[in-house]
């Protein structure tokens, strides 16, 4: 329970907004999708010419579309836009409801559009996907545990690669900006909710609907061309295909909606008195990755979209042999791609580098060169995404001036990391998990950045591109910096976020665990990659078989690392030490409202004087 | 805790100036899949990849000509009158003449769908199948999709003229001036295809 329960509401009876839920959600996209799946066999004429799927792909896409249309109307989401047409706006008493006032735990299975629910929900469904990706990543590395394989069939294989690749995807792009950016950002900025909270549910829910067509994906010839999904390859794709493109298109229409309204709350709604000199810089990393996820994404999407038509419709976007380009598919891809990976590092960073000034007791090392990081690296991250490209032969003379904004981005990260050394440098470390994440992501993230340099490098990339190397690199980055990041901000906002402490050893057991898995793992791929061992294989050449086994050891401790991570946000949110209000002594908003939080979060708006890093100060 | 819940906290001109914020930045993302379709539209023509950007004659069907730019330019055109219509209408609302608000914005409505009608009258006339080459898959990528921002508009256009039938516009305005910005883009996305478009 987060929010307070205070005096009842007098909710609409029996009104349309009350009966939607999950289940009318789920009983409504199923209706939906068998009839128009009856309807499409039934009428869709066959294909005039020689050519696989056409029809089946109509059939397919057109059924997952009217399961989006029928979830997303049975969830409720339709209700405003159409109260808004026939000039019936929410009474007051209807918007109560959808805040999921006095409803408890009936609220997280709704339109609930109180922000502190809706966090809830993200951190929910960003376990749930990390635990299914994880599952995946376990089967791969059992598979490649030794050196024949065998374990799992090879398009199964392929399937699983490239199921767990995008659900991981998925997963660290909502792990810090979903659970924490909707619960704890709005209250850190003083505010009663975000700007627009019918777009807060719709962005969440429209997650859940988008998970459905991957998993309808898996029976349907699944998704064999890895997470990247290139054409003309997938454009020859088994049916389960369609799940993935209709899973991209639903989750980019999420993220937009996300980043219009975080970035809203964040420009719009700041308490009086917070200047963007006083604004924590988690809000900064918070707002640099939507913002940058705002124009990214709709590339993406519209990738998709074309990759659904050339398989529905027998266009030719990326068929050569229609006029179509697989470099066209490469380069949508990568526009928004790379600008990807740090939609998902900059939240974690920067949730770290809150953490940093609270545990060692000292201001934040150069705020000023922290923000400039943050800016340095969102801008140059639109510019470097045909380093991907350099050995797919597009446009040779174009690989220098990549390479060189590429190897840019390094200054502005080294910002960060001067930030981060900086406040940590004789400061009295508070020995938490928390504290000890930002050590470990200066050491994952020095060798996930460091690995990148020759990544980014055009010789030394014709060697290691398309190799483990290249697996290992982005796994150092992505969770190496970024699931620590989001960890940590885990542990750290707990006591907010369920009113009971993390358990403390659980933390410390889980940490270390998922830390030495991780390097153990991580180096062991890196060996092989090195060695020349190519990705996505099945099995591998027994010369390899020492590095691939050390790997998947290290992969086995991560698991158990995570489970004991499960176990302690269960024990600790069932049963855990009632959290006092502020048990960090932080200074920023969020400790200042009680547990539980009010359902609108202050009783009267606060007015900032100061900003959030004056520790050690005479007067702060 | 919509808009409406905190209507007593705030002043609708924050409330709008809030909801303007956030439309724009919906637009931005809008913007770049626009743009993107225009960088695929001019990509695809400037590879002419196995020169099937326009294919030529076989013996199955004739050469693939590229249709007239026109009904795209009258769409745009319906569009822009749509705009001025609901500028009107704006006008109207600002000099508290409720009876212009609300014939701007029922001409802005119907504009909306003449348009929208004549763009399905476009992609189901075109003279060729989807599979006929680079140059269609465009075309009907920027039909399709000038289709699906259309029928948008005439959802916010109905929508907005019915509000202003019922009256609801009368103390403040700030959602009128917000269904303007769209109107805004909704012309300019129609011109960048049939801009594209002249340029088979």
Redesign the interface.
Known sequence: MTTLMSKPVSAPGKSVIERLNIVTAVVLGAVSAFVVWRLALQFLPADT?VRLFTREDKITLLSMVAWFIGFMTGIGALVG?FR????K????DE??F??GKDMGVNRYFRYT??HKVVGIQYLVITMVIFGIGGILAMLIRTNLGTPEGGWIHPQAYNSIVGTHGIIMIVGTIIMVTGPFGNFIMPIMIGA??M?????NALSFWLIVAAAIPLIWAQFIGGISTGWSAYNPLAGQAPLGMNGYIMFICIFAIST??A???I??TI???RANGMTWNRTPIFIYGTMASVALA??????F??SQ??SA?DRA?????YN??????GW?YE??FW?MGHPEVYVILIPAVAALMEMAPVFTRRPLFSFNVAVMGIAGISGLSVLVWAHHMYISGWAPLLNAPFMLTTELISIPTGMLFLVLVGTLWRGRLWMTMPTMSIFALLWNFMIGGITGIYLSDVPADAFLHGSMYVTAHFHYTLMGAGLTGALAALVYWFPKMTGRMFDKKLSWISFWLVQIGFNVAFIGMFTVGLAGQPRRVESYASTFNTGNLITTIGAYTIMVGMLVLLHGVISSWRSGDKAPMNPWQAKTLEWTVPNPIP??NFDVLPTVTSDAYGYGKAKS | ??V???AH?EDPD?VG???R??VI??L??????AL??VF?YF??RG???????L?AATEERGAIEPLSSGPAWTVTAIAAFGLLAHLYALKGGREKNQTQLKLGSLVAMVASVVALVMQFNTIANAPF???D?????CF??FTIMNFVHLALTV?IS??NW??A??G?YVSNLWMVDIVRIWWIWMVVSSLLGAFSLSYP
Not at chain 1, 84 to 87: A, I, K, L, S, T
Not at chain 1, 195 to 199: E, I, K
Not at chain 2, 133 to 137: D, I, N
């Open positions: 010419e836009p808004w047409v026939m000039g706006d929410l009474s007051h918007n109560m959808l805040a559009t109180d009663r909710d700007a627009f909270p019918r777009l937009m909606v980043g219009a309204n970035t809203t420009v719009r709604m705002l124009p990214a994404f709709p590339v999407f519209l979209v074309m038509m419709l027998d266009t030719s976007f050569t042999a229609g006029g179509g380009s066209l380069n949508l526009i359902l609108e | 805790m919509s409406e819940t905190h906290h924050v100036s809030r909801n914020l956030g930045l919906i931005v993302a809008d913007v770049a899949f993107s379709m695929v990509y695809l590879q002419n990849v196995n020169d099937m950007w294919p199948t989807f599979s080459g680079a140059y269609v898959s009907y990528l959802f109905l929508g019915n509000r039938r019922l609801l």
